[in-house]
């Protein structure tokens, strides 16, 4: 089977080369040319464990192509895969730019029927669009050729995206026609015969599946940042609290963790499009709103920490940080929280000394040379005031205190991601604080 994959970025590249992997000869197409040359001399546009070794192989197999014009290949492809960015507006919603252009180019170029799936996380409607967008350039150009279009939204997590698209929860696929369901379904194959549902169902559906679910994920942070907020001011344990609940089987575990806030390039802009499209709809979505005020509130709270740990007074203090990627695992630093904490603390006068062990070059071409960048987590303490924790990396999992005290002017510590141990560390002398626990 041939497809081709519009956009290059994690959903593309990561899709494109599950998808070779599986056989199927895929040619990812990018307008960006640095990324696909990057690409043909094999060094990776980002950060994904697994990913180099996987594109090199497919590459070498003949099955993983990559160019900037998908014109080359729309000849002998049966799908061509949407997975473009779709960022936000300024009012909050889904920009469809991209996606639209895809489909002009599409309409522009077809000779033959396509399914133009669109992968990239689009607002409820976005379909009809994209079916619009194709018709007018095919009557343009005065020709009448069959096509359809799809939904396929992604749920693979940064970090663990190989693992989560060959090993799916459930593969949703919205269509509208058995043309479309069948050429889907034979491309899924090696999925479902190992057992990994496919749930087929309308455009509409697909689409808004993509958006309930982020939302309900960011929900649920948010939730637990509330709960962690009133726990330090009562006197509980928001961790003690959460295996409380989770235990409970209609909860569950899982994400439930309070920390400084959620980023990344999903859940800010899908709950930000979910509550436009609600009031395009007119439709007020209250929960949702809500989620998104609790998350901005969080990303203030290390610096909130820090400020109370110096009565007020940052001025000329030297603040070390730990991660700057918005999780472990990615270099990717969308709305990450440490942005929101470095601005901050440059604005109340603190010289801040970053380390993350992927993220630093994506850090420097965001915010330049107004921090220190540091060539390990040691270095960072040196002669700090303090040192906050923004990105649990399995590498500040278990750090050696006896070194950092020794390194540090004084000894505060704010603990954005609750993984260390505070009386251990306070037994240690530093003066330590965490999310949701006084
Ligand atoms: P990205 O920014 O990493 O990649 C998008 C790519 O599309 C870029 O390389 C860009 O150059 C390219 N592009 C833009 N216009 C193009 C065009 N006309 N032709 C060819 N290429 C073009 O984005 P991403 O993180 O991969 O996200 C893509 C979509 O998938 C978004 O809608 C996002 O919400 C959704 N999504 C992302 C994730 C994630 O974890 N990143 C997970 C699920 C869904």
């Known amino acids: 089977m041939n497809i081709a994959i519009v956009g290059t970025g994690y959903v593309g590249l990561v899709t494109g080369t599950c998808f070779a992997e599986m056989g199927v000869n895929v040619t990812c197409v990018d307008i960006d040319e640095r990324k696909i040359q990057k690409l043909k001399e094999g060094i ?13 192989r497919n590459v070498k197999a003949g099955r993983l192509h990559f160019t900037t014009d998908l014109t080359t ?42 399914v133009l ?60 026609s058995e043309r479309a369901r069948k ?18 169902m309308d455009v509409p559906s697909a689409e808004m599946t993509k958006y309930a679910a982020n939302a309900m994920l960011a929900t649920r942070i948010s939730f637990m940042n509330d709960i962690a907020n009133l726990c330090e001011r009562v006197g509980a344990n928001v961790d003690n609290v959460r295996k409380g609940m989770g235990a409970d089987s209609r909860i569950g575990n ?46 203030h709270i290390v610096f909130d920490k820090l400020q109370t740990a110096f009565n007020g007074d940052l001025q000329g203090k030297t603040i070390a940080l730990w991660g700057l990627a918005f999780k472990p695992e990615t270099d990717d630093m969308r709305e990450a929280p440490a942005l929101v904490v470095i601005q901050e603390l440059l604005k109340a006068g603190a010289t801040v000394k970053v380390y993350d062990p992927v993220a630093m070059d994506e850090c420097k071409r965001r915010i330049g040379d107004v921090v220190t960048y540091c060539k390990d987590m040691y270095e960072t303490v040196i ?17 050696s205190w006896a070194i950092i005290h020794r390194a540090m002017k004084s000894h505060v510590i704010v603990d954005g991601r609750n993984i260390y141990d505070g009386e251990e560390l306070k037994e240690l002398g530093f003066s330590y604080s965490r999310i949701g626990q006084k």
Not at 44 to 56: F, K, S, W
Not at 75 to 104: H, K, M, N, W
Not at 285 to 291: K, N
């Open 383 to 399: 002669d700090a005031d303090a040192l906050a924790l923004l990105t649990e990396w399995k590498l500040f999992r278990l750090p």
């Open 44 to 56: 990776m546009p980002i950060y994904e464990p697994g990913l180099d070794d996987l594109v090199t």
């Open 183 to 200: 050429l889907m379904e034979k491309l899924y194959k090696p999925f479902t015969l190992n057992g990994y549902p496919i749930l087929i």
């Open 73 to 114: 290949c729309l000849d002998e492809v049966e799908i061509v895969f949407s997975a473009v960015g779709t960022p936000p507006d300024e009012d909050g919603s889904a920009d469809l730019r991209y996606v639209l252009e895809v489909a002009r180019t599409v309409g522009q170029n077809i000779k033959k029927h396509v």
């Open 117 to 176: 799936v669109t992968k990239s996380t689009v607002p409820v409607g976005t379909a009809k669009k994209v079916r619009a967008a194709i018709q007018e350039e095919l009557d343009k150009r005065g020709v009448n050729i069959e096509f359809d279009v799809a939904s396929n939204p992604e749920f693979l997590k940064e970090g663990a995206a190989i693992k989560d698209f060959m090993t799916p929860d459930r593969v949703v696929v919205g269509v509208e």
């Open 254 to 299: 899982r994400f439930l963790y309070a920390g400084c806030g959620y980023g990344g390039s999903c859940f800010p802009k899908d709950v930000k499009a979910l509550v436009h499209t609600g009031l395009e709809n007119g439709y007020h979505m209250q929960v949702i709103e809500a989620v998104e005020a609790v998350n901005e509130k969080q990303k």
